[in-house]
């Protein structure tokens, strides 16, 4: 027999809620699910020592209206809970390979602005800006005690400027890329730490 998508579905969230606590087990921590904390219900929460975790997991596409309950029930555990920590997961289903990480067009961009210009991205002019990241998808993930490490794909959109060349405007490309990267919590928020691989595809440019 073979099970129809509607129900294995309907047991997915269960099934990445019971993964995360069994991971987090294994690391020392007690985690209770479900639990209700003021006005919200978390889907996971994992306590060891001074340290205390909050999980929201999400399954298939997250709406707008969702996100947005999300950061108010993230700033009320953050305010109740001084130094905690508060991961969205969003994962797809069995058949949809995308994992979800809110924000994480700027997560990308921020750090490739403030770390410097890719060498690939930044032979291609004489002053190459990062204008813009889109489109990125999260292939691979895995959370550490005090990280989490990611693999994605996207596309960099960058302002080519020949400022030592008259005749030649600034102009606008965008390139897809591939990357690995290091995402940690520092003061409450999520930023990325540490980019091991980069690597933009800009045949584009010299066809």
């Given at each position: 027999m073979k099970i129809d998508k509607q129900y294995l579905k309907k047991y997915y969230h269960r099934a990445a809620v019971d993964q995360l606590c069994a991971q987090y087990n294994k690391r020392g921590y007690k985690v209770t699910v479900e639990e209700r904390i003021g006005d919200y219900r978390v889907d996971m929460v994992a306590r060891k020592d001074d340290s205390i975790i909050f999980f929201e997991v999400k399954t298939g596409d997250v709406r707008a209206e969702t996100k947005a309950r999300i950061k108010q029930q993230a700033s009320y555990l953050k305010e109740t809970y001084p130094g905690c920590k508060f991961f969205l997961i969003a994962v797809r289903y069995p058949d949809e390979d995308t994992i979800v990480i809110d924000n994480i067009e700027e997560l990308v961009y921020d750090y490739l602005v403030s770390s410097g210009i890719p060498s690939d991205l930044d032979e291609l002019s004489?002053?190459?800006?990062?204008?813009d990241?889109?489109?990125?998808?999260?292939?691979?993930?895995?959370?550490?005690?005090?990280?989490?490490?990611?693999?994605?794909?996207?596309?960099?959109?960058?302002?080519?400027?020949?400022?030592n060349r008259e005749s030649d405007a600034p102009f606008y490309m965008s390139f897809p890329f591939t990357m690995k990267g290091e995402l940690e919590y520092n003061d409450g928020k999520l930023e990325m730490v540490d980019m091991t691989e980069f690597e933009a595809d800009t045949s584009e440019f010299y066809e």
């Amino acid at each position: 027999m073979k099970i129809d998508k509607q129900y294995l579905k309907k047991y997915y969230h269960r099934a990445a809620v019971d993964q995360l606590c069994a991971q987090y087990n294994k690391r020392g921590y007690k985690v209770t699910v479900e639990e209700r904390i003021g006005d919200y219900r978390v889907d996971m929460v994992a306590r060891k020592d001074d340290s205390i975790i909050f999980f929201e997991v999400k399954t298939g596409d997250v709406r707008a209206e969702t996100k947005a309950r999300i950061k108010q029930q993230a700033s009320y555990l953050k305010e109740t809970y001084p130094g905690c920590k508060f991961f969205l997961i969003a994962v797809r289903y069995p058949d949809e390979d995308t994992i979800v990480i809110d924000n994480i067009e700027e997560l990308v961009y921020d750090y490739l602005v403030s770390s410097g210009i890719p060498s690939d991205l930044d032979e291609l002019s004489t002053h190459t800006s990062i204008e813009d990241v889109e489109s990125v998808s999260v292939n691979s993930i895995e959370i550490t005690n005090e990280s989490i490490l990611i693999e994605c794909e996207g596309r960099v959109g960058v302002q080519l400027d020949y400022n030592n060349r008259e005749s030649d405007a600034p102009f606008y490309m965008s390139f897809p890329f591939t990357m690995k990267g290091e995402l940690e919590y520092n003061d409450g928020k999520l930023e990325m730490v540490d980019m091991t691989e980069f690597e933009a595809d800009t045949s584009e440019f010299y066809e």
